[in-house]
Structure formats: C-alpha cells, structure tokens
C-alpha cells in the first residue's frame, strides 16, 4: 500500500507518494490559509488524479499519512490564537510578564524606544489561587476549590476559551492541577484546558508557564482542524493511519497530541534534517548543512557527524517555548518575501511575504515585488512551467513591481532585480554563518542539501558566497520536508526533573523515575495498538557543571544506572562538553536536572529507487533555452533549459544551466558543474 506525506506551509501545500517499490511521486497545491483542509485535499486530490482513481478510491489504498504543519506556528505570529486565561498559585500570577527580567530578543540592547514584551495572557485574565506544592512533590496546601472556581467562573465570564492551569512545582507532583483541570472541565466542557505538568513536567517556572500559555493560545484552532481533517479523510474513505509530525522529530497519532498542541510549533520543518541526513548519507557525507527555502521562511540546520540537533531553549517570536525541538533556526526569507526600503533608503527584502493570498506579482493578485518576482525578471523561472503548469506566471506584473523597485534605487527593472536576488541571498547566507560561528564549525567542512521550492534558484549563490565545496539538491526538494517524515518515527518523549548533584545521586530513586515513565509510555502506546514488543527506549538526562546555567543532554545506558556505570556516565559527560564547547572540567562536580526518556515505534523501513545510467545523450532532456542575467551583467546569456524528468544517472551539466521540474527549478551558476546521483539528485559543484 502507499504512504502519504503532506506538509502545509504558508504558502504552499506538499504531498508526495511513497509507492511500495521506492518510487517516489511529487505533488503540490496552493495553501489555503482561511480553511487549510482545502489545500490539503486540493494535493491530495491532485495525487488521485495523476493515478487515474477517484479520490476516495486512493485515500483507501492508502496505508498511512504523516502531516506537518506550520499552523500553529503562524497563529502564534500573527496573534491569531485563542482568548487564554491563565489558574496559577498565588502570588505567581506575574512570572510569565517578568520573563527573569529579559527585555529585548531581536532589537538592539542599547535601544531605549523598544515596547514591553505582551504576554499572550493580560493580567486581567491572571489569577491565583490558594495552593502549594512543594518541590519535593509534598502537598502542603490543596487547592481551594472556592477560589478556584470563582477564578474559572472570572475567566469563562470574561469569554476565555482556553484555561491555562500553571501551579507551582506541578512538575514533581501534579495532583493539584488535576484537580483544577476536572473541575473546570466541568463546569465548561467545551473549553480547551491545559496543565503545566501535562505540558512540559519539568522545573523552572517561567518556562513551563510560557510554554503551557502558548499551548493554551494554538490549542483551540489547531484541535478544530486536526478533528476537521480526521472528518474529511474518513468521509472520503481513509482507514488507515493519520500522525501528525511534532517539533522534537517524531510523530503521533492525533489524540495523543491535540492536547499538547505545543509540540505541533514548526511540525513541518522538524523533518527537513532527517531528509538531509539520508541524502547526505548516499553520499558518505555527514557533516551538512540543512536549508529549505519555501514561500514564506529559510530553515536551516547544522548536523555535525550525522546527528540532527535538538534544544530546549527556543523562543517563537516573543514567546519562551521550553518543550525538546528540533534546532531548526528561521528567518524570514523565501519565495514569497517583499522587497521594501528602509528610513535610510536602503534596500531590504524580507521578514514581510506576500504569503499564498495574494502571493508575488505574477500570480496575477499581488502588487509588491517578491524574490519570485526578482527570479522571473532575471530568467530563471519558467513562465509557462511554473508548479508544471498549473500556475501561469504573468511577467508584465513582475517586471512592473520590479521596476517600482527599480525606482527607488535608481535603477532598472534588470539591475533591481540582481540587487533583489544578492540582498535575499545575503540574508540566507549570514544566517548560516552566524548559526554556524555560534557552534565554532568550518563552512568548508559541510556539504548543503538545498530544499524547498525556491532552494534550488539561490543554493549555488549561496554556496558560492560561503565557500561551500558541495551542494546536493534532492529530486524532492521542493518538498523537503514531506520526505523527512517518510524517516520520522512513531513516538513520544517523557520526562522528570530531579535535582541532584553527582554526590547526591540515588541509583534507586533514578530506576524509580525511569520506571515510571515506562509505565506511563506503555499506557500511551497501548491506547494505539501499539505492543510492549513493538517499543524502543532511549533513556538520556540532561548535566551540567555546578555553578553553570545551560544543560548537556547524555544517552544513559539501556541498565539502571549503577556505582560502575556511573562512572562511564560521567566520563561521556565530560568528553561531550568537550565536543561542544573545546574544554571540559572534570574536576568540577556536574548536576543532573531532568532525566528524559523516548519511547518510539519501529518504523516501516524507506528506500528511495535507484535508476539506471543513463542511455541517452543529455541533448535528449534539452527543453529549450531562456535569456538570463548573472553576476550584474548588463547583457542576458542565452541559458541552456534541461527537463529534470529526463535527466540520468551519469549525466554532466556544465553552467550556466537551468533545470526545471514541475516543483522547482535548479540553478547552475557560470562556473559550477552539475552531476546526477543514482538517485536522480543533482550535484552541484564549483567548477
């Protein structure tokens, strides 16, 4: 049976098709923002067709469909989430505000004109309650059942649709916020109700209450469309298997997830590293480079030693988010980013995108100049072949918003347009550089596999910028991310803060904890159908020297630990502080703060097809030529156009070149050579 993943970014829709011999097929479809099922099924739809079945007849030979989506992310940016109201312990009300006193995350520090951070929770809709735990997990107070339902009948009054319930040390000992949750589910049913211990049952305060609020705010909207979506696929005859992907790299099916919305932030992205380490991978290659330049935003990922990083210390937009994630850095560059003037009248493109409604120019809705836009002034998107065909590309409005451009500049539309493509092009390179420095990695070391529908136009540029020796840009780019949940395994992760320092460890207490969490997680699984034979259990616990602030997660042995092992542990503690940050101190006695465990299902094994040489001459993938603009020349080159379709294992393309898909299109600079793998992946190369 076939498998489905389907990624919904904010401006387009993937799906693509896993059939049972490897080969892989490759659909998109316009986001629909008001209503996302409808480009959801719009890809879907687009899939059944190129079978020749209905679209129930292939929903129901489908076996699985793994989804991510940046729906929640994007509500949480534009402040579209749901009115939250927050239960806390008195006197506690105001952590979330004080945020340990952080004032400023992206502007400058010397900036005095910068507005107070807004909580998603204003203080009106704060309110404590009498209650105490202690952070030994010790009641000493039970909640006062008046005060909490006076508080709940406050917030539903006020038209709250979502309580958040944040009590102090709910993380050692969450019976307190059990309560709270029965009693306001009784008294509003309907409402979303969300626990700090549930969330994120780990310690410090700020973070747990940040993240349980965010969960709060995206909860509603995002429980309505995944239940939408169950809806529609069961109405068209899906019976097999829906998971949604989750930030921490793995997936899940939909009742265990929707009341932990937090974990679908940037569910789309979190799969772009594992493409990029099974690409890397069929070429030996383990040290790379991540980007995936869609519509609206440029992720990249640095994977050193083929190990995909994940953090605890992301912000999204203003906003603490504690949960484990997979390190996936953002800025706001892709297809779809304006181009605009600064106070100083300097051009800048980016953060601002036109989105899928109403997109660049030339999607025939839009005014403002977009790098979609720039790219089609310059030659290197296909007018008649944008999306293969589906979208017709109106060049007369591209060179017109490029030419208000122009205007301001003092320019033409062409050299507008140049300046467009090096500006975005900067913007994607400096934030590889600056998430590489920060790690103290080599750029010359990395090989970049380039995603993403508009990747492929700016990875050579951007290659070429950096130094790097080796781009591989994946017949799936343009869907990147939908080919990393292909490896994604099914799973959640659990956790326990227990603050101890290496003389303070107690081997029965740490069994205790792990044992627990076992339970806990053969519980959730088996709720799936998922057998204790099927489960795998990687047990990790998050050090750090005494005195110091940030943690280092460590794999634990698969035993329980003892005075021998222990020993192994401290030394792997050491020797991956050292990795990380060049030094270590073993002298210095290490903490242990959170002991973490992931439970997952073995997943059905992916293996792309390879192809055979190629038997025919590149001439034969030739599809024609377009006039191009390079490196601010005044004069166009007549660029040589290739099908990618028709393109081989074996054939060498020197550039200047142009590649186009039905998905993407690849440019090879003047002075790159580009091969194609067995896979049909292209090679790019300085010449």
Request: proline share 4%; glycine share 10%; with cysteine.
């Amino acid at each position: 049976m076939k498998q489905l993943t389907i990624d919904v970014g904010g401006t387009f829709t993937d799906c693509l098709v896993l059939e049972e011999s490897g080969e892989l097929e490759r659909f998109k479809a316009s986001t629909t923002p008001a209503d996302p099922t409808l480009g959801f099924f719009d890809a879907v739809g687009k899939a059944a067709r190129h079978y020749g079945e209905p679209l129930d007849a292939f929903l129901a030979g489908v076996e699985q469909i793994v989804h991510g989506t940046t729906l929640g992310t994007n509500i949480l940016i534009t402040e579209r989430g749901a009115k939250v109201g927050m239960i806390t312990t008195k006197g506690f009300r105001d952590s979330i505000e004080m945020r340990r006193g952080i004032k400023n995350l992206h502007g400058s520090m010397f900036d005095i004109f910068i507005a107070p951070y807004k909580p998603l929770v204003p203080r009106y809709l704060r309110l404590g309650v009498e209650e105490r735990v202690l952070y030994d997990g010790q009641v000493l107070t039970p909640v006062n059942e008046s005060e909490l339902r006076t508080a709940a009948r406050t917030l539903l009054d006020e038209g709250c649709t979502a309580i958040a319930i944040c009590f102090l040390h709910a993380y050692a000992n969450g019976e307190n916020e059990l309560k709270a949750k029965r009693i306001v589910q009784e008294m509003a049913p309907s409402a979303y109700v969300a626990t700090s211990h549930e969330t994120i049952p780990v310690w410090r305060e700020f973070e747990r209450f940040s993240t349980v609020v965010v969960s709060a705010y995206i909860g509603p909207a995002l429980t309505r469309y995944a239940r939408r979506l169950q809806d529609g696929l069961k109405e068209h005859g899906f019976g097999g298997r829906l998971l949604m992907m989750l930030a921490n790299g793995l997936v899940q099916v939909v009742d265990e997830c929707v009341d932990r919305a937090v974990y679908l932030l940037n569910s789309g992205p979190a799969a772009a590293p594992s493409a990029a380490t099974y690409l890397g991978g069929l070429h030996a290659k383990r040290n790379l480079l991540s980007m995936d330049m869609g519509g609206t935003s440029f992720d990249v990922c640095v994977i050193k030693d083929g190990e995909i990083p994940t953090t605890t210390e992301s912000w999204v937009g203003e906003h603490r988010v504690a949960i484990k994630m997979v390190d996936v850095p953002t800025v706001g560059a892709g297809g779809g980013s304006l181009a605009w003037m600064d106070s100083l009248g300097l051009l800048r493109v980016g953060p601002q995108s036109a989105g899928a409604d109403p997109g660049p120019a030339a999607y025939g809705k839009g005014s403002e100049a977009t790098v979609t836009d720039a790219d089609l002034v310059l030659g290197y998107i296909p007018a008649d072949y944008f999306l293969g065909g589906d979208i017709k590309l109106e060049v007369k409005r591209s060179y017109q918003a490029v030419e208000g451009i122009g205007k301001s500049l003092n320019m033409g539309s062409d050299a507008a347009a140049q300046a467009m493509y090096t500006t975005i092009n900067t913007v994607m390179a400096n934030l590889i550089t600056e998430v590489c420095t920060k790690q103290g990695h080599d750029l010359r070391d990395f090989t970049l596999v380039a995603g993403g529908g508009a990747g492929g136009i700016h990875a050579a540029a951007i290659a070429r910028q950096l130094s790097i020796p080796m781009v591989i840009v994946p017949r799936v780019a343009a869907l990147m991310s939908a080919f990393g949940m292909f490896a994604k395994d099914l799973g959640l992760e659990y956790a326990r803060s227990c603050f101890r320092t290496q003389r303070q460890i107690d081997f029965a207490e740490i069994g205790s904890l792990y044992a627990d969490m076992r339970r806990q997680a053969l519980a959730d699984f088996a709720r799936i159908g998922i057998a204790p034979s099927q489960m795998a259990f990687q047990p990790t616990v998050e050090m750090r020297y005494v005195g110091q602030f940030h943690d280092v997660e460590v794999e634990l042995p698969a035993e329980n630990l003892n005075a021998e092992n222990f020993k192994a542990l401290l030394a792997a503690f050491h020797a991956k502080y050292e990795k990380m940050y060049t030094y270590s101190m073993p002298w210095r006695d290490a903490e242990f703060h959170t002991f973490r465990l992931k439970a997952t299902a073995a997943r059905r094994a992916m293996k792309m097809a390879a192809h055979d040489k190629a038997s025919a001459g590149l001439e034969a993938a030739r599809r024609g030529s377009r006039a191009c603009l390079y490196d601010g020349r005044a004069k166009r080159v007549e660029t040589p156009v290739y099908d990618w379709d028709r393109l081989e294992p074996g054939h060498r393309i020197d550039g200047p070149a142009l590649i186009d898909d039905k998905t993407t299109t690849v440019l090879v600079l003047p002075g790159y050579c580009c091969e194609v793998d067995a896979y049909c992946n292209l090679i790019l190369r300085s010449g």
